[in-house]
């Protein structure tokens, strides 16, 4: 198969669809990979590594959408990349459609092959794409946390771990899924006093025997929230309730009885906030403050490592990839329960129910075209 690679143009997007490491595997499998010019430069990888790895090095993005049968990217085309879209070509990526109308009508037009990256699902439910992610965020959720509690950056002014002689910061992860699993591990790992809340019974003993022994577990309930918000320095807001916006478990009035210079880290954001006065924000200008209180809201946390994200996303991707390009997407999909989930618009049908219900588009049982 013959598979492009596209520098990424959404606004300070450094991550890239596939590594040298990558290409070289898809070369492997006996196809070839066109890369855009610099496409890798944002997360350390030059041309000539790709050109190394047995990729061709095209100059334009023109040139790349052109020959490739497969696009690899990482986020959703925008609306400079439509027209560039053909018929029939396969692109594998992250969408999110349900919360961009035009993106979703552009697909239908194109008539392209959408295999969306955050609807491709393991027979568990969990989502294997999405998930290299939520570890990149969670473990940076902690070292932005520990920065802005820097006094010069508005925060408390107190070392996560102590020193001998000095407590530690107290740090409150609110949900212990994959993102407040990884917080709280670098917390602890940085000798802080971790407490990490969650609704799921089965979770917290789970996470009571595999965290260290400075993470305590603890029911979420509002009773518990608005007595430990008082007491701690450094709050991780991590929860998810899947196909629904994130509870406000943090209300407005809680900032008042929480010492000045808190720092709050909502990560949840992009599913609306776990935290009721967090609204989004850019990694140009991350935090703002009200009551005293530091509010970090960055809506793409990972975009900010992109060395790190591009690795951890792509390799979780990449066997998927080897296989859309082995088999075919039909085949590939009709053999897999997981990448079917992942088939979101084909030929300009809507086949994921998710997205028909958002935008009151007919859908189509994604069986009858495979
Ligand atoms: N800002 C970013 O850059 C970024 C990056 C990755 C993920 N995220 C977001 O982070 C959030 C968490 O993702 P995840 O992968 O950890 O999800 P997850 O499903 O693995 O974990 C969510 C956890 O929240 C728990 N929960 C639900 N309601 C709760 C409540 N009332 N109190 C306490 N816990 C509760 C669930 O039981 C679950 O354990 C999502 O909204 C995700 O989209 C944001």
């Not at 699902?121 to 902690?142: F, Q, W």
């Not at 409150?172 to 000798?191: E, F, I, R, S, Y």
């Not at 935090?287 to 809201?297: A, G, K, N, Q, R």
């Not at 990448?339 to 997205?355: A, F, H, I, S």
């Amino acid at each position: 198969m013959i598979i492009g690679v596209p520098k990424e143009i959404k606004n300070n997007e450094n991550r890239v669809g596939a590594t040298p490491a990558g290409v070289n595997e898809l070369v492997r499998n006996g196809h070839t990979v066109y890369v855009q010019a610099t496409a890798g430069e944002g997360s350390g990888f030059a041309d000539e590594d790709y050109a190394k790895a047995g990729a061709t090095i095209l100059p334009t993005i023109e040139e790349v959408y052109g020959i490739a049968e497969m696009i690899i990217k990482v986020k959703e085309p925008i609306e400079s990349e439509y027209s560039l879209i053909k018929e029939n070509q396969l692109l594998f990526t992250y969408f999110h459609f349900a919360s961009y109308e035009p993106l979703t009508h552009a697909m239908i037009e194109r008539k392209a092959i959408c295999l969306a990256y955050e609807t491709v699902e393991k027979t568990d439910r969990s989502l294997p794409l999405l998930v290299p992610m939520s570890e990149v965020a969670g473990r940076m959720a902690i070292q932005e946390g520990a920065k802005y509690l820097e006094k010069p950056l508005k925060g408390r002014g107190i070392l996560l771990g102590g020193v001998p002689g000095v407590r530690p910061a107290k740090v409150l992860v609110l949900g212990g899924g994959v993102v407040g699993t990884n917080a709280a591990k670098m917390a602890a790992g940085l000798g802080a006093d971790v407490t990490i809340l969650d609704t799921n019974l089965a979770r917290l003993r789970y996470l009571d025997d595999i965290l260290p022994a400075n993470v305590n577990t603890q029911m979420s309930n509002e009773y518990t929230i608005r007595e430990l918000v008082q007491t701690h320095d450094l709050i991780i807001g991590a929860v998810l309730i899947p196909g629904a916006k994130a509870p406000n478990l943090i209300t407005r009035d809680m900032l008042k009885t929480m010492k000045p210079g808190t720092v709050l880290v909502d990560v949840a954001v992009d599913q609306g906030g776990c935290i009721e006065t967090c609204k989004p924000t850019t990694h140009e200008n991350p935090t703002f403050i009200i009551d005293d209180v530091v509010h970090y809201c960055v809506a793409n946390m990972p975009g900010a490592v992109p060395f790190t994200s591009t690795q951890a996303l792509t390799n979780a991707t990449l066997p998927f990839a080897v296989q859309l390009a082995n088999k075919g997407w039909k085949q590939a999909c009709a053999d897999s329960a997981e990448l079917k989930k992942g088939l979101n618009v084909v030929n300009g049908k809507v086949v994921y129910p998710g997205v028909a219900e958002a935008f009151n588009l007919e859908y189509t049982p994604v069986d009858s075209i495979l």
